[in-house]
């Protein structure tokens, strides 16, 4: 069974950084899509980023947010800067077989997920 397992978050201050790590068993990060989502206590679970054949992101962390993987190490980053208090939220990483522009996004697209990590930013 594949067990996706996040870490890394925290508390920190507006402008701050953080970096997600998501470490998988029994799984290739190179030949599925990989994903981080968040969500924020009231809200909607929402993709963030994800990677495939290409990399997505949400328009909210463009040009903030950077997600990469290690296939050697079987691990999947997300490299945040620039936080904000509405970053505020638990992350969750997540699998796919794959991936295009059109539903890197959608929940249902995923079949395996981590028990998130909580990011909490703070003004």
């Known amino acids: 069974q594949v067990q996706l397992v996040e870490s890394g978050g925290g508390s920190v201050q507006t402008g701050g950084s953080l970096r997600l790590s998501c470490a998988a068993s029994?799984?290739?990060?190179?030949?599925?899509?990989m994903g981080w989502f968040r969500q924020a206590p009231g809200k909607e679970r929402e993709g963030v980023a994800a990677r495939y054949t290409s990399t997505y992101y949400a328009d909210s962390v463009k040009g903030r947010f950077t997600i990469s993987q290690d296939n050697a190490k079987n691990t999947l980053y997300l490299l945040m800067n620039s936080l904000k208090p509405e970053d505020t939220a638990m992350y969750y990483c997540a699998a796919a077989p794959g991936c295009y522009s059109g539903s890197w996004a959608r929940i249902g697209e995923y079949n395996y997920w981590g028990q998130g990590t909580q990011v909490t930013v703070s003004s």
């Open positions: 029994r799984y290739t990060y190179s030949s599925n899509c």
